[in-house]
């Protein structure tokens, strides 16, 4: 029998029942909640007289809407000067305090964005099915689990049955092979990705991270890498579990702790790709070739080296991206052929979904100094 990709092992490990048009339902391990697809979830859950099937499987916390300022944070939702971004963190709180779920409120200092405060708290571990309201829960494919984000009805769903309709996606794995040069980082590698396989390239797959690149990443940079397959057109990131992840998860408030910690870490040396494997689709890159990584358009796929030049439509003989690239030249406010170093920064902006942990700012005022 042929061996299993690492998203075989997940897949086939959480599904409950299997229909013949190709559909399945899912058993969710995690669902993270945050203040803009809950509401209506909620409400559903109202309206049909319905509990949470799981409390504690369940974890939420305000993240679009809260200041950025550490004194308005401790005001509470009276820090919060948009009406409707306090009506949202607000009914949050509300529907947490009336079904019984966590939540890390404004105040609480484990507050933070989504996808970064699961991690940190060992909420998500390896080979958790993990949802989210959210494109970017593919975030915590870097831990070995199968995450993706969800609809509001799907989160409703979740919320009443602990489990999901899915159908399978198909295999893909993306391999970087080599060592990075001198200040190239996880998100050069990936924009290096989403530029040879474009915004499309995923579309309908898992996609599996893997190559010497991806193991001597950080886990947060494996993060950072899951997190854009969704600019990649995946729904899903994965990245094999080694020792990095083990070493991360340990001790952190949520994890498995004694006898169970040591009954976790034997099962979780089953997650990765068997060797005879097979995939629908391999890409290679050699990470020696990838330099620091420019966006230089209106997507994710117009991105070139920091030592070239933005293209030229005149050279691009398809006239669909010709006529794409001659409208992101005009939005831009750039030239064909001009040099990405000639670009004038007016504005530097660090930190988001893609970005925030704490490595990336050390390394950003590092270089600033």
Known sequence: MAGKTLYDKLWDTHVVSQQEDGSALIYIDRQLLHEVTSPQAFEGLRLAQRQPWRLDTNLATPDHNVPTTYAERQLGTDGIADPV??????????????????EFKMQDLRQGIVHVVGPEQGAILPGMTVVCGDSHTATHGAFGALAHGIGTSEVEHVLATQCLIAKKMKNMLVRVDGTLGKGVTAKDVVLAIIGEIGTAGGNGCAIEFGGEVIRKLSVEGRMTVCNM?????????????????????KGRPFSPKGAHWELAVSAWGDLHSDADAQFDQVVVLDGAQIQPQVSWGTSPEMVVAVDATV???????DSVKRQGIERALQYMGLKPNQLITSIQLDRVFIGSCTNSRIEDLREAAADTE
């Open 85 to 102: 971004s306090k009506i949202q963190v607000t009914t949050l709180d509300d529907n947490c305090d009336e079904f019984g779920i966590v």
């Open 229 to 249: 397959a969704i600019e990649a057109g995946a729904r899903v990131g994965l990245v094999a579990v080694d020792d990095a992840t083990v070493e991360y998860v």
């Open 311 to 317: 293209p030229d439509p005149a050279a691009e003989t």
